[in-house]
C-alpha cells in the first residue's frame, strides 16, 4: 500500500507526464510530417536535432533549458516580463523537460507510421475529387492514427521516466517537482528508506511495461501489420 505522500507523488509524475505529451504531440506530428513527406534544404539537420536529446546526456538538456528559461534568459525573460509566467521549480517546468526527451520517440513513432501508408491510397483520393486537407483527413491520419496513439504512449512512458534533464532544470522540490525517478533517487539518499523505493520502484516498473505493451499493440493495428514495431 501506497502512503498518502506516495500517493501524491504518483499524481504528480501523472499529471507532468500527461501534460508533457499533450503540448509535445501537435509539435511531433508537424516534424514527423515533415521529415516523412516534405524535401527541404537542411532536412538532415533537422533531423539530427530532432534526435539530438536521445543522445545527449539528459543533464545537457537540462542545463540548455535552465540557460534559456532563467529570469535573465532569452526565454525565461519575455515570459517573465510579458506573461509573468516562470517555469524554474515549477511543475510546468518539469513537463517541459519531460516532453523534450520525449520527443524523438513520439516523432519516431508518427514518422514510421505515416511513411508506412500506402501513397496509391492518397492519390486514389485525389483524383476522385478530395483536395489535399480532405485526403489528409480521410486518408492519411486514419492509416496512421495507430502510430500516433503509440507515440502518445510510448512519449507518456519516457516522460515518467525522465530524470536527469529535470533535476537540473527545475530540481528536487516535494509536492512541485519531485516525480517518480527524483523520488525514488532522494529515497535512495537516506538510510532506512527502502521500504519507500521498493513501493515506487514498482509503480514505476508496473506504469512503464503496460506503456510499451499498449504501444506495441497500436503499431501492429497500423498498415503495416504484425510486421510494425514502435521501436
Not at 36 to 64: C, N, S, T, Y
Not at 78 to 85: C, D, R, W
Amino acid at each position: 500500500m501506497l502512503s498518502p505522500d506516495e500517493w501524491g507523488i504518483v499524481v504528480l509524475s501523472l499529471k507532468v507526464s500527461g501534460a508533457a505529451i499533450v503540448c509535445a504531440l501537435p509539435v511531433a506530428f508537424a516534424l514527423a510530417y515533415a521529415l516523412a513527406r516534405g524535401r527541404f534544404p537542411g532536412k538532415v539537420l533537422v533531423d539530427a536535432l530532432v534526435h539530438l536529446p536521445l543522445v545527449l546526456p539528459p543533464v545537457v538538456v537540462g542545463w540548455i533549458l535552465l540557460i534559456a528559461f532563467a529570469p535573465a534568459g532569452v526565454l525565461g525573460a519575455p515570459l517573465a516580463k510579458y506573461f509573468g509566467v516562470t517555469l524554474l521549480f515549477r511543475w510546468t517546468g518539469a513537463a517541459l523537460a519531460a516532453a523534450i526527451m520525449a520527443m524523438p520517440l513520439m516523432v519516431r513513432s508518427i514518422r514510421l507510421s505515416l511513411e508506412a501508408v500506402d501513397p496509391r491510397l492518397e492519390e486514389a483520393a485525389r483524383t476522385l475529387g478530395a483536395g489535399p486537407l480532405g485526403t489528409f483527413a480521410t486518408i492519411t491520419l486514419p492509416l496512421a492514427r495507430p502510430g500516433v496513439l503509440a507515440a502518445l504512449v510510448l512519449g507518456f512512458a519516457r516522460s515518467l521516466g525522465e530524470f536527469g534533464a529535470t533535476i537540473t532544470f527545475v530540481s528536487d522540490v516535494p509536492g512541485e517537482t519531485a516525480t517518480l525517478p527524483l523520488a525514488i533517487y532522494a529515497a535512495l539518499q537516506v538510510p532506512g528508506r527502502e521500504a519507500t523505493v521498493w513501493r515506487l520502484a514498482l509503480v514505476s516498473v508496473a506504469l512503464s511495461l503496460c506503456a510499451l505493451v499498449v504501444s506495441e499493440w497500436l503499431v501492429r493495428r497500423g498498415p503495416k501489420g504484425r510486421d510494425a514495431h514502435v521501436l
